[in-house]
């Protein structure tokens, strides 16, 4: 009886929030976690009080995780750069050159509501050790283990009546580090963001702009991260290249120490520039 009321439970935590797009990480997650439980729960020989109490526990945290009701979620995810979630399978990952230094990503994210087909194809090129972080939860994040270099996909609909252009420049920044975001979710704790530079390199309100033309937008953002004493500071850099579709941004975002950053000829400038100058979304992407 114990074992049908758990499974029961956990069934109704992980589909209670299905309807909801922003919340497809934290479903995803529980159902990843409902099946390991059910799994376990369902071997009678590991059935005993402190398994019901200690899965009872679980599911409660799990079902906390979802927050707020979707209409709230909703609306806080208008002003917050999420993970642009894969879309349509596994992404082909593929060492390239000589060396096999480098490795090239292609796949899919989700598109926008209203643009007719379910994912929109994205590529680019980033060093072949760098750690895949939140396979589970379905977001593109990968991690230099070495010296905490990131990279992530993210996606944030644009204010009313603006482009990627003519968007202020302070939007990304807020959106970027809002603490409703997904690089907050992740875990880090960064304040003080602002934009340093900025710069339309596909204008597509231009003369000669190309045909089927998706704007483009290069820039720098600044901000500092805080360490786990919660009392230093770490200057960090960030590379943005942003890509505008429909009324949404899919944003590469790279993070490094501002000090490395900043250092001319770095490796570590020179490494974040080449994943940004390979990033495409689009079908440039297939290419």
Not at 170 to 190: C, L, M, Q, T, Y
Request: with cysteine.
């Amino acid at each position: 009886m114990k074992t049908i009321y758990l499974i029961s439970l956990f069934l109704h935590a992980s589909t209670a929030f299905q309807h909801s797009r922003s919340h497809q990480a934290v479903v995803t997650r529980c159902n990843a976690l409902k099946s390991q439980t059910i799994m376990f729960m369902l071997d009678e020989g590991n059935f005993d009080r402190r398994s019901f109490l200690t899965s009872g526990a679980i599911l409660a945290s799990s079902v906390l995780l979802t927050g707020a009701p979707p209409s709230a979620v909703a609306e806080d995810s208008q002003a917050a750069a999420i993970y642009a979630y894969r879309s349509g399978g596994l992404p082909s990952l593929r060492p390239i050159g000589l060396t096999k230094l480098t490795t090239r990503y292609e796949g899919y994210v989700e598109a926008p509501t209203t643009y007719g087909k379910s994912g929109i194809p994205i590529s680019f090129e980033f060093p072949s050790d760098w750690l895949q972080l939140d396979k589970l939860g379905g977001g593109i994040n990968y991690v230099d283990q070495r010296n905490g270099d990131r990279l992530y996909i993210l996606k944030a609909t644009l204010p009313a009546d603006t482009d990627l252009k003519t968007v202020a420049k302070s939007w990304f920044a807020d959106v970027i580090i809002s603490p409703e975001g997904d690089i907050a979710r992740s875990g880090v704790v960064a304040e003080g963001g602002r934009i340093s530079r900025s710069q339309m390199t596909t204008d597509c309100s231009a003369e000669d702009a190309p045909k089927n033309c998706i704007g483009r937008r290069r820039m720098i953002l600044k901000y500092d991260t805080v360490t786990g004493s919660g009392v230093q500071t770490v200057e960090r850099r960030g590379l943005i290249d942003a890509y505008q579709i429909q009324n949404d941004v899919y944003m590469m975002v790279t993070s490094s120490n501002a000090i490395k950053f900043e250092q001319k000829g770095s490796r570590e400038r020179e490494t974040v520039e080449n994943i940004c100058q390979s990033f495409k979304v689009g079908p440039a992407a297939l290419s």
